[in-house]
């Protein structure tokens, strides 16, 4: 998605521009902002860094040659288009010089605007492959190798192509020595980049070469599927198992920085071979899940599997507890049905899938009194519960989850009531001329099925109900006035056509309007 920025000394001219490619729609533009002339053009950029930048030529203390001028070097990626008169081409030119893609003649049109941003847009997608092949010409051979391990992790039992066999040659002759060991990095809730793989990649070669084992242990670190950075160890017998969690623990506590929830490490046991390495990465997987249920540490080793012998999962009583406090959405009695069933104390008794499944319990039955509005997907309540580092965590977030989901609620309320007085005020404002619903729900910025209902819920009648019920009663009250003809109150009420009217009127009132007329 792509941000625009529109500089303009007039402010007039600069919301107009920003209205006329809202209009145009044009797909892969998320957010449009304004700047009243060059100075505050200059600031919003350097702190928006915007994809494109449409910006008038002309304007007082900071023109738009001198604004490309020096944003330029800057914001490398970022497109530029001049707004200008007929008589500025010669600054046009000269703006071409620092970077310009194109311009427009004012005023510009809605569809002429939406075309020029498409182009910058296509000009912007067009930089970024050829990027990406200028990237892809620099990779070296190590790079190369890292590229092909997730395929030899994820797709070992399936039969490999030449060239695929070629690369797992490749790999065999990097990876010289008989041991195995495979590592998976979290950096918490921060998406993956590429900045963390090379992060990993320089902080264990220098924990390596200060430990002197570069003879003894070779490493290729990589981006798997489940968007974590991996690291595949490749050690001599000469070097013991727990000199390599060693370094690993020393890199963590290095790429931590001070922080120390936002990177943990898991670490398998030690395998042989290539053929082992998906065995040893979904150890690794493993462990890295269930490390809510271990003792915060730098590293967690995979450990043979044990059995639960107690029974961990709330009774029923527990559960329906719960479910009563969740109803009324009574947050202190939520918190401390939490702190009781998810303490630290139990988590020797309780599973991964155990707990996954109260996680979710509690979530399902919050979302259940939201006005049957779930406020995120299944996904994301999974990706959320596999960022958690601790059981305090996830006791936080649950708890969090039901204040923010309370105070939701209420603020939901108070802006419906808004809502509904600003359509009620519109109705007012335009009933004398056709007013549909779908105008009134796009005013107020609002779905149209859920401002119809919202609607009816907080009046007592459909939107139309409520429109015809005003129309009739500012028809009666000009009823009295003997000098207007009934044609005419028809339309001062909205209705074009005087038999659409009196049919109305007597559906409303029983009669008609001119026999209502006689008994006033």
Same mark, same amino acid.
């Given at each position: 998605?792509?941000?625009?920025?529109?500089?303009?000394?007039?402010?007039?001219?600069?919301?107009?521009?920003?209205?006329?490619? *809202?209009?145009?729609?044009?797909?892969?533009?998320?957010?449009?902002?304004?700047?009243? $002339?060059?100075? %505050?053009?200059?600031?919003?950029?350097?702190?928006?860094?915007?994809?494109?930048?449409?910006?008038?030529?002309?304007?007082?203390?900071?023109?738009?040659?001198?604004?490309?001028?020096?944003?330029?070097?800057?914001?490398?990626?970022?497109?530029?288009?001049?707004?200008? $008169?007929?008589?500025?081409?010669?600054?046009?030119?000269?703006?071409?010089?620092? $970077?310009?893609?194109?311009?427009?003649?004012?005023?510009?049109?809605?569809?002429?605007?939406?075309?020029?941003?498409?182009?910058?847009?296509?000009?912007?997608?067009?930089?970024?492959?050829?990027?990406?092949?200028?990237?892809?010409?620099?990779?070296?051979?190590?790079?190369?190798?890292?590229?092909?391990?997730?395929?030899?992790?994820?797709?070992?039992?399936?039969?490999?192509?030449?060239?695929?066999?070629?690369? %797992?040659?490749?790999?065999?002759?990097?990876?010289?020595?008989?041991?195995?060991?495979?590592? @998976?990095?979290?950096?918490?809730?921060?998406?993956?980049?590429?900045?963390?793989?090379?992060?990993?990649?320089?902080?264990?070669?220098?924990?390596?070469?200060?430990?002197?084992?570069?003879?003894?242990?070779?490493?290729?670190?990589?981006?798997?599927? !489940?968007?974590?950075?991996?690291?595949?160890?490749?050690?001599?017998?000469?070097?013991?198992?727990?000199?390599?969690?060693?370094?690993?623990?020393?890199?963590?506590?290095?790429?931590?920085?001070?922080?120390?929830?936002?990177?943990?490490?898991?670490?398998?046991?030690?395998?042989?071979?290539?053929?082992?390495?998906?065995?040893?990465?979904?150890?690794?997987?493993? &462990? @890295?899940?269930?490390?809510?249920?271990?003792?915060?540490?730098?590293?967690?080793?995979?450990?043979?599997?044990?059995?639960?012998?107690?029974?961990?999962?709330?009774?029923?009583?527990? @559960?329906?507890?719960?479910?009563?406090?969740?109803?009324?959405?009574?947050?202190?009695?939520?918190? !401390?049905?939490?702190?009781?069933?998810?303490?630290?104390?139990?988590?020797?008794?309780?599973?991964?899938?155990?707990?996954?499944?109260?996680?979710? @319990?509690?979530?399902?039955?919050?979302?259940?009194?939201?006005?049957?509005?779930?406020?995120? *997907?299944?996904?994301?309540? &999974?990706?959320?519960?596999?960022?958690?580092?601790?059981?305090?965590?996830?006791?936080?977030?649950?708890?969090?989850?039901?204040?923010?989901?309370?105070?939701?609620?209420?603020?939901?309320?108070?802006?419906?009531?808004?809502?509904?007085?600003?359509?009620?005020?519109?109705?007012?404002?335009?009933?004398?001329?056709?007013?549909?619903?779908?105008?009134?729900?796009?005013?107020?910025?609002?779905?149209?099925?859920?401002?119809?209902?919202?609607?009816? *819920?907080?009046?007592?009648?459909?939107?139309?109900?409520?429109?015809?019920?005003?129309?009739?009663?500012?028809?009666?009250?000009?009823?009295?006035?003997?000098?207007?003809?009934?044609?005419?109150?028809?339309?001062?009420?909205?209705?074009?056509?005087?038999?659409?009217?009196?049919?109305?009127?007597?559906?409303?009132? $029983?009669?008609?309007?001119?026999?209502?007329?006689?008994?006033?």
């Amino acid at each position: 998605m792509y941000t625009l920025l529109i500089i303009d000394d007039e402010e007039l001219i600069g919301s107009g521009v920003k209205a006329k490619l *809202e209009r145009a729609n044009v797909a892969g533009i998320r957010d449009i902002f304004v700047a009243n $002339g060059g100075p %505050q053009g200059l600031a919003m950029a350097k702190t928006l860094q915007p994809n494109i930048i449409i910006t008038d030529i002309r304007m007082p203390e900071l023109d738009g040659i001198q604004l490309i001028k020096e944003l330029s070097p800057l914001l490398t990626r970022t497109k530029f288009i001049m707004l200008s $008169g007929y008589g500025d081409y010669p600054y046009v030119r000269e703006a071409f010089k620092y $970077g310009a893609l194109d311009y427009l003649l004012k005023p510009a049109s809605s569809d002429e605007l939406g075309k020029q941003v498409q182009s910058a847009i296509a000009s912007i997608e067009k930089d970024d492959v050829n990027n990406q092949l200028f990237e892809k010409n620099l990779t070296d051979a190590r790079t190369l190798l890292t590229a092909r391990l997730p395929l030899v992790i994820h797709g070992s039992n399936i039969a490999l192509s030449s060239k695929d066999s070629d690369s %797992q040659q490749s790999l065999e002759a990097y990876f010289m020595h008989p041991l195995f060991a495979v590592s @998976m990095l979290s950096f918490g809730n921060v998406t993956f980049s590429e900045e963390h793989l090379d992060r990993v990649s320089n902080c264990l070669e220098r924990c390596v070469r200060d430990a002197d084992a570069e003879q003894h242990l070779r490493f290729l670190a990589f981006h798997d599927v !489940l968007g974590c950075v991996s690291l595949v160890f490749n050690y001599t017998n000469l070097l013991a198992f727990e000199t390599v969690q060693g370094l690993l623990s020393k890199a963590v506590i290095l790429l931590r920085n001070g922080n120390p929830g936002m990177l943990s490490a898991s670490l398998s046991q030690a395998g042989y071979g290539l053929d082992d390495l998906s065995r040893l990465y979904k150890q690794a997987h493993i &462990t @890295m899940s269930e490390r809510i249920l271990r003792e915060p540490c730098e590293v967690f080793v995979s450990l043979e599997p044990t059995s639960k012998t107690v029974a961990w999962l709330p009774a029923k009583k527990d @559960m329906e507890e719960f479910k009563q406090a969740a109803e009324t959405l009574h947050v202190e009695r939520i918190g !401390l049905w939490v702190d009781r069933h998810l303490s630290d104390s139990l988590r020797t008794q309780m599973s991964l899938e155990q707990l996954k499944s109260i996680y979710d @319990m509690v979530l399902a039955e919050i979302h259940r009194h939201v006005h049957e509005r779930f406020l995120f *997907e299944e996904t994301e309540r &999974t990706s959320a519960f596999n960022t958690f580092h601790t059981l305090g965590e996830l006791r936080h977030y649950l708890k969090s989850y039901a204040a923010d989901t309370k105070q939701l609620i209420s603020e939901h309320a108070n802006l419906g009531e808004t809502v509904i007085t600003v359509a009620e005020s519109i109705v007012r404002e335009h009933y004398s001329r056709d007013l549909q619903l779908a105008e009134v729900a796009n005013r107020v910025s609002m779905n149209y099925s859920y401002f119809s209902k919202l609607f009816k *819920e907080r009046t007592g009648l459909t939107f139309t109900a409520y429109l015809t019920k005003f129309r009739m009663e500012e028809a009666q009250k000009l009823l009295k006035d003997p000098t207007l003809r009934i044609n005419e109150i028809s339309e001062k009420v909205g209705y074009g056509n005087l038999y659409h009217f009196s049919r109305a009127f007597k559906n409303y009132f $029983g009669v008609s309007p001119k026999e209502h007329r006689k008994t006033m």
